[in-house]
């Protein structure tokens, strides 16, 4: 079977699935991040080099106070558990997204697991955090254009590799394969520029009941893909 090299994922449904179950949303997210660990250790076991998670958005500010507190107490808890999962399987992790806009102690948290993990030579896993694909094209485009002010570079000769130097995902390849759960069919502001050639997987299933089973019928329907590139298939 040919594995994809990096597998993005939208982790669509926590609390939709716990409503389902008669429990408050915030039950959702903590099983959601429990998930994420097994998902995680079984991409690496089946040959994905690359993980990346949309944790959380730009957008999610807008959702009720009280389930974005419980949102960041959950991500404090987990940058915690993610330094030590990383130190037992051997994990480079990053944190991609607009960090200025996350508290000062979980920005510390982040820099301590980037940090520690930044020489770990398996699964490179990669968590969008206060992330949006317009955000951070935006953050580009400031980089570049203080650069062109400054006269370090020539914006008649950018070209597409300074572009994408200048994302949160510099040095990274683009995902192969992009799976959303929980039934929902967009991408959310999700790597707006990254997903260009990436083929798209739409799941039923809520995130915290996806499985490696899942993650294997994700991988076998990319097999059944045509990839082309904008090229013309040999007859």
């Keep these: 079977m040919n594995i994809p090299n990096h597998v993005a994922i939208i982790l669509d449904g926590n609390g ?11 039950y959702g997210h903590v099983q959601g991040a429990k998930n994420v660990e ?22 999610n500010w807008k959702r009720p106070q009280d389930e974005v507190d419980a949102l960041m107490t959950l991500l ?11 130190a037992k399987n051997n994990m480079c992790v990053r944190v991609i997204g607009d960090k200025e806009g996350l508290d000062e102690d979980i920005r510390s948290r982040i820099n301590q697991l980037e940090e520690a993990t930044k ?11 206060n992330y949006g694909g317009r955000d951070e094209v935006r953050r580009a485009a400031q980089k570049l254009a203080r650069k062109a002010a400054q006269g370090i570079i020539n914006p008649e000769e950018l070209t597409e590799e300074d572009f994408c130097n200048a994302l949160d995902t510099a040095g990274l390849p683009d995902p192969d ?28 299933v809520a995130w915290p009941d996806f499985t490696k089973e899942e993650l ?20």
């Design 119 to 129: 020489n770990n030579t398996g699964l490179h896993f990669q968590i969008a955090l």
């Design 177 to 204: 394969l992009l799976i959303r759960t929980c039934n929902e069919q967009r991408i959310s502001n999700f790597l707006l520029w990254q997903l260009a050639y990436t083929e798209f997987y739409f799941t039923p």
């Design 16 to 26: 939709r699935w716990a409503k389902a179950k008669g429990m408050p949303r915030n």
């Design 216 to 235: 294997l019928k994700a991988v076998e329907a990319y097999n059944h893909r045509d990839r082309r590139f904008g090229l013309v298939k040999d007859v």
């Design 76 to 86: 404090r808890n987990y940058m915690k558990t993610c330094l030590k999962t990383a």
């Design 38 to 59: 097994v998902i995680c250790e079984e991409a690496y076991r089946m040959g994905i080099q690359y993980l990346t998670v949309y944790a959380f958005s730009t957008e």
